[in-house]
Structures are given as structure tokens and as C-alpha cells.
């Protein structure tokens, strides 16, 4: 029987007077890799932030696994945007990924053989194990990214969270990243916030499209229709059996930059 991992029935967040999420209706199967667009401001980190139990609904109920999200949030592990560091920081490849064991601990219980047992499988998992004494500073992006995914997945997650993991990290380098996210996959249900549909369609299973309102149907066909009532303003569509990306002009000066972004990628 398939497990719905995340659930969300009628959710509606605000942030102050502000509706930033509206009646969000969701259920994602366990396994899934679903890839959740929209425009800057449409609400998807702050859908990860309920999932987390950082904010709640003021309307509708969340589940993960099945659990109210304070019980059900300890099967989730999150990345999050890569954020500036300071390179000075003292703190090792191995350090940063230990503390994903950290909510596992009972408080004051030190860490043990089996937290340093995980830290080394995820490190290898993500192919950092050759690294785990560097300090974190000295390491690319996309090295860092795999340490920040390697310290999500050393909680044991049976959920992963990713907002924009592939930011500021270029072309192969994502791919890479995108791969390894597959394999995760293979045990994993994996969420992923991007704003490169391009990028994420040849691996993701599910795509939803998010702007206050979702748009979610369980496949990664999404119209133009979708798209354009997502982003509110013309997107052209190529499908090839998988959602692309625009491109022709694009002539919403909020998206201008993402969408030529996308054309120029396509179009190498
Ligand atoms: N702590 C907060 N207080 C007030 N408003 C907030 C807060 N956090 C986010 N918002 C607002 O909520 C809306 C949704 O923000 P959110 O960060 O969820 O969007 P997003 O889709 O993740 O955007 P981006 O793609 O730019 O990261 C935005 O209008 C934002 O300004």
C-alpha cells in the first residue's frame, strides 16, 4: 500500500494580515520527487516552513506520514537556501554534518559511535568523505551543498526538503547535484524548490506550480494555462512529453531575467 508522506488539507497561511498561502491542497505518495515552482514571493518556502512546524495555518491541517506535523516532522530533513558563510568559521566538513544527528540526541547525551557511524555512510553517500576534515570554508558551492545534503540525510529522514539546492552553482555541477538526488530518491521522498523547471524536469517525478495558489495534479505535465496562471503573465510552453521551459520573449519585467535565463540554456 502506498504511504501518502505529505499531506495538507484546506491550508492557509498568513503572514500578518497578508494571505501568503491559500487553500493549499496536497497529498504526496511516499517516493515521490516532486519539484515545486513559481514566482519569487509565491509562497514555497513558506509551505516548507509549515511542513517544518515553523509557522502554522491559521485555516486547514498538514500531516507528514500521517502524523500532526510536531510528531511528524522528526522523519523530515531540510536544506536550505545556500546561505552567504563566513569562510573564517572553524568548523570541519565532519562538524557540520554530526549536528544533523542532533535532534536524534537525548539532551546532554554525547555523540556516540552511531552518530559518527551515519555521519561517515552520509558522507560518503553524498561523496564528501574524502573531505570530512576540510573546513567548510575552504569548500566550492556545490561541495558544500552536498555537506549541507549529507547533515539533512544524517538525520534519517524518510523526507527530504530542498529549497533552491542548486542556486549560484553552475551548469554541471547541478547536474550532479540533480543526480545524486536521484539515487536519494530511490529511498527517499524528496521535495525540491526551484525556479529552473528546465533543470529539475528530467528528474523529477511531479511538478506543482505555487503562487499563493497551487497548482498540483499529481504528474509533471503543466500546461501553459498552469504556468501562466501561476506566474500571471504569457509563458510560452514547448512540451516534449515533459514540462519545458519558455522560448520565445518573455515580457514580464518580474521574470524577465529567470525566463531568459532559461532560453539561453535551452537554446545551448
Ligand atoms: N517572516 C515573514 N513576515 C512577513 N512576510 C513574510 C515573511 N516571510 C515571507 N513573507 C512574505 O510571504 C510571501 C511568500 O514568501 P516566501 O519566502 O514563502 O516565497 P518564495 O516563493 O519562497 O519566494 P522566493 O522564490 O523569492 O524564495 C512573500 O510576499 C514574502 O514577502
Redesign the pocket.
Same mark, same amino acid.
Given at each position: 500500500m502506498v504511504t501518502q508522506a505529505i499531506t495538507l488539507n484546506h491550508v492557509s497561511v498568513k503572514?500578518?494580515q %497578508?494571505i501568503?498561502l491559500e487553500d493549499i491542497n496536497l497529498t504526496i505518495d511516499e517516493g515521490d520527487f516532486v519539484g515545486l515552482i513559481?514566482? %519569487?514571493?509565491?509562497?514555497?518556502?513558506? @509551505?516548507f516552513k509549515v511542513l517544518l512546524g515553523l509557522i502554522s495555518p491559521y485555516q486547514g491541517e498538514a500531516k507528514i506520514l500521517g502524523y500532526n506535523i510536531l510528531q511528524g516532522r522528526r522523519y523530515i530533513g531540510y536544506v536550505p537556501q545556500l546561505l552567504e558563510l563566513d569562510r573564517g568559521f572553524p568548523i570541519k566538513v565532519a562538524d557540520v554534518v554530526r549536528m544533523g544527528r542532533l535532534g536524534k540526541r537525548p539532551l546532554l547525551r554525547r555523540y556516540n559511535a552511531k552518530d559518527e557511524e551515519i555521519v561517515t555512510r552520509t558522507l560518503d553517500q553524498v561523496g564528501m568523505l574524502k573531505l570530512r576534515n576540510r573546513p567548510i570554508g575552504e569548500l566550492s558551492g556545490g561541495q558544500r551543498q552536498r555537506v549541507y545534503i549529507a547533515r539533512a540525510l544524517a538525520s534519517e529522514p524518510r523526507i527530504l526538503l530542498l529549497d533552491?539546492p542548486t542556486a549560484n552553482i553552475d551548469s554541471q555541477v547541478q547536474k550532479s547535484i540533480y543526480e545524486l538526488l536521484r539515487e536519494i530518491n530511490e529511498l527517499i521522498t524528496i521535495v525540491i524548490?526551484s525556479?529552473d523547471i528546465g533543470a529539475i524536469s528530467s528528474y523529477v517525478k511531479t511538478i506543482g506550480c @505555487?503562487n499563493r495558489r497551487l497548482f498540483y495534479h499529481g504528474d509533471k505535465q503543466i500546461t501553459t494555462e498552469t504556468i501562466e496562471k501561476t506566474y500571471q503573465c504569457p509563458v510560452d510552453l514547448i512540451a516534449h512529453g515533459v514540462a519545458h521551459r519558455v522560448l520565445s520573449e518573455h515580457n514580464c519585467p518580474l521574470h524577465q531575467s529567470e525566463f531568459k535565463q532559461s532560453n539561453h540554456k535551452q537554446k545551448k
Open positions: 503572514y500578518h %497578508n501568503v513559481g514566482p %519569487n514571493g509565491g509562497g514555497k518556502t513558506t @509551505l533552491e524548490i525556479h @505555487l
